[in-house]
């Protein structure tokens, strides 16, 4: 009798919520996968990680097919924060492979609690304490709907936050971008939706090189990655234009929730293990 939990018609339908949501935040859906791998079909963190990283690579590049159309991506800093990203990834893949399944549930739970209380209670404002990571390279450019958007950020800092996504992402196999659209917007003051359009070509490039290492090791589900990333794929089209009619605050809100159910559930697995 096949599991449920790893039908292919179940795999396709959490490929679907992944690829909308994903693609509504700037996020690749790690934080949705990984507990479900990792709780729900017992895989090791090894398999969960390697085989989220390769169905975010799916979801975030349909992403970017979607949102370079609406020209809302800022390639310049995506591409240097991507790049800052790579050597982080690396040892979060070394990292991930001497962690144990309960501290690997407990701390990745406290992580996405965390990022949920920010998202969520934190505002993106003119504050003194944050002028300095808004002092550097300007930025000028008009999406495709003709707004425009001018802002400044200090890209030696972002890239060097950047190199701790990578880490995150290549430990957790969250892709970090939970954690990377609110540092865009709250403290480098990047309007919301370019940063989420940057985070998903960030994406790309940092999943994209931790997925590559975890399928040489064997880690990588193929039946999970071909029914998800396919379903993720095509979802997230729709998630990129449902984003454009939605509020920052409501998308904000929604993703806190998720984040914090998620973040319970994951914490209380790890300590009852």
């Known amino acids: 009798m096949v599991d449920l939990f790893a039908h292919p018609a179940t795999l396709v339908a959490l490929g679907l919520i992944i690829g909308f949501v994903g693609s509504l935040v ?4 790690g934080f949705l996968m990984v507990p ?29 097919l979607g949102f370079a159309r ?6 310049l800093v995506g591409t240097i ?15 991930n492979a001497h962690l144990p399944s309960a501290g690997f549930k407990v701390i990745f739970g406290v992580m996405v609690a965390v990022a949920a209380l920010v998202t969520a209670l934190f505002r993106a404002g003119n504050r003194p304490g944050l002028a300095w990571f808004r002092r550097g390279r300007q930025r000028r450019f008009s999406d495709a709907f003709g707004e425009t958007y001018d802002y400044s950020l200090n890209l030696w800092s972002a890239a060097a ?33 370019v940063a989420m359009a940057t ?15 975890y399928a040489i090791t064997r880690h990588v589900n193929v039946s999970a990655f071909v029914w998800m990333g396919g379903a993720a794929f095509l979802a997230a089209q729709l998630g990129v234009r449902t984003a454009a009619r939605l509020s920052g605050r ?24």
């Not at 609406?70 to 390639?75: E, G, H, S, V």
């Not at 409501?250 to 293990?273: P, S």
């Open 250 to 273: 409501f998308l904000r809100l929604a993703l806190a929730a998720v984040l914090l159910a998620v973040a319970g559930l994951m914490i209380f697995e790890g300590i009852r293990t």
């Open 161 to 193: 936050a950047s190199v701790f996504m990578g880490f995150v992402s290549g430990l957790f196999g969250v892709g970090g971008g939970f954690i990377h659209v609110p540092l865009l917007i709250l403290l480098y003051g990047m309007p919301a939706h």
């Open 70 to 75: 609406q020209r809302r991506i800022d390639f």
């Open 199 to 213: 985070s998903h070509y960030v994406l790309v490039i940092t999943t994209g090189v931790g997925a590559v290492e």
């Open 36 to 64: 479900y791998f990792t709780l729900l079909l017992g895989w090791s963190p090894a398999t969960a990680v390697g085989t989220s990283l390769a169905v975010i690579v799916a979801n975030a590049s349909s992403g970017v």
């Open 81 to 95: 924060l991507g790049i800052a990203t790579i050597p982080g990834a690396v040892l979060g893949k070394l990292a």
């Open 26 to 29: 700037g996020v690749g859906g």
